[in-house]
């Protein structure tokens, strides 16, 4: 599975952005999809997952604020971000789980400053 993110980039904080990952092939059996994020010089982290049942997990960081979406039709998983703030500036990075094997697209920078 190759997986394409994209849709980061520069926004004011308070600003929204949503990142789009795309898979390859079709998601529908895979066990879960989601992001992770790297800032410079911290190790990276979860922010969300989807499970193919629909389940979704969040950082504590982002609940309330980051909504975790998936498109089976279109092989693609949605980040909508809203309220976003300067310490949510990092590369953000998107998953696919499939048993044991996790596939990861590259990243992409999301920067939130004034």
């Known amino acids: 599975v190759q997986l394409q993110a994209s849709g980061g980039g520069l926004v004011q904080p308070g600003g929204s952005l949503r990142l789009s990952c795309a898979a390859s092939?079709?998601?529908?059996?895979?066990?879960?999809m989601g992001w992770h994020r790297r800032a410079p010089g911290n190790a990276r982290d979860l922010v969300a997952s989807?499970?193919?049942?629909?389940?979704?997990n969040y950082a504590e960081s982002v609940k309330g604020r980051f909504t975790i979406s998936r498109d089976s039709a279109e092989n693609t998983v949605y980040l909508q971000m809203n309220s976003l703030k300067p310490e949510d500036t990092a590369e953000y990075y998107c998953y696919a789980q499939d048993g044991p094997i996790v596939y990861w697209g590259q990243g992409t920078q999301v920067t939130v400053s004034s």
């Open positions: 989807i499970t193919s049942a629909g389940s979704t």
């Open positions: 092939e079709s998601t529908f059996s895979l066990n879960a």
